[in-house]
């Protein structure tokens, strides 16, 4: 057995080890653990989550010292003034409204701009009523997808900004039900007020839209508009199909031909040459062709047109291309309209309210333009629509009249219309279809813009 020596240290191998093994430990535990950092790339900002970052930042920033909270101002230039004369008229002092001027003239030339250009500002009033107003945001729009803004950064200086939305061409398909009118209907649902008042034009040739279409009959409609980034929607196009009670419309234009045309799956073109009514919603038939008691003069009397009970300022389509012959006032008529057509045809209106945008002797009219409007004016116990058809001079029941479809596909033309119909389909099929488009709404502002992200 070994003797203690108190001149010997002692060897002490636990605590040893165990630095030994934790040094060794941290070193592998550190070459485990440790990795190079990685910077995170940040996806930019869209144009519409930049300026929903400004609202809040400004929001954040609270209300200016001594100033009210800031309030929206719609302003719009007048004629014979500037547009600093107008920016004047939010409140704020002149030389704060000359910077802000001075800070748009790098964007756009200010000197172009018209009366009629409307633009919005945020201002923050002195909260004791004394002294100029402060602006602190402008925003005006230079395009249907663009703008220019104005704001203040936070030491005070004036901030230069041009935005441009990312815009979306879509095209839709809106399917529903008809719940009182096909027109309303769909215009409930979002249809464009373009769009329905076509669809309602297919249909008069081939449908009576107030007495043949009931409610829970469904409609289908198509159509493109082009949409901002925020959901704005900055123009429609044209309607490429129709669909209600079986009867079905694919647009389609033949080569060659300035206008597109609307055909049956078939290729045969749903146009008729002469639309049942004048009138495609809103009428009731008050009075028919044939003896009756006139209403004012008390006696039996031949009734030698249609009247179709409507309220005033009910539009008035022309039922078939032609040319203007009379657009004049006739006595017991009132305002009278006639309009000749081909094959020996004439249509009159009786009691008009007014007649449409340029209608006059000679001018030339095409199937469902706008040619008047349903009034009470001449011998008339209210609003309503007198109409005739004459042919070869001689009045005939418009109810009897009877008339051929236009045209039908054949060889080429109708091999393009297959393929314009099975893309329509598709689309149809899919629910619609959407496409980013590479922007064509240039800024519209008289002068054009220049690069803007200045301070002034």
Known sequence: MAQFDPRRQPTRFAPLAMTVVAGVSVALLAGRVYQPAHALEVPPLTAAERAALEVQAYANAGTPVGLTAPEAVNVEVRRGETFEDAVLRTGIGANEASAVVATLSNALDVDQIRPGQKFETAISRPRLGRGDARLIGLTMRTGPASQLTVSRSFDGALRLRALEEQVTEETVVMSGKVDGSLSTSARREGVPAAAVRRATQLFSHKLDLERGVRDSDEYTLVFDRSVTENGRTISTGDLLYAELKGVVFYRFQRPGQRNAEYFDAAGRNMRSVMMRTPLVR?????????????????????????????????????????????????????????????????????????????IRAGQRVTQGQIVAYVGSTGASTGPHLHYEIWRNGQRINPAGIRTSEGTVLSGSELAAFRAEKARIDRIIAAGGESRVQASQYAASTPGGLRPAETEG
């Open 282 to 358: 809103g009428f009731r038939i008050s009075s028919s062709f044939g003896y009756r008691r006139h209403p004012i003069a008390g006696y039996r009397k031949m009734h030698q047109g249609i009247d179709f009970a409507a309220g005033s300022g009910t539009p008035v389509v022309a039922p078939a291309d032609g040319v203007v012959v009379e657009a004049r006032r006739w006595g017991g008529y009132g305002n009278w309209l006639r309009i000749r057509h081909g094959n020996g045809l004439e249509t009159g209106y009786g009691h008009l309210s007014r007649y449409g945008s340029g």
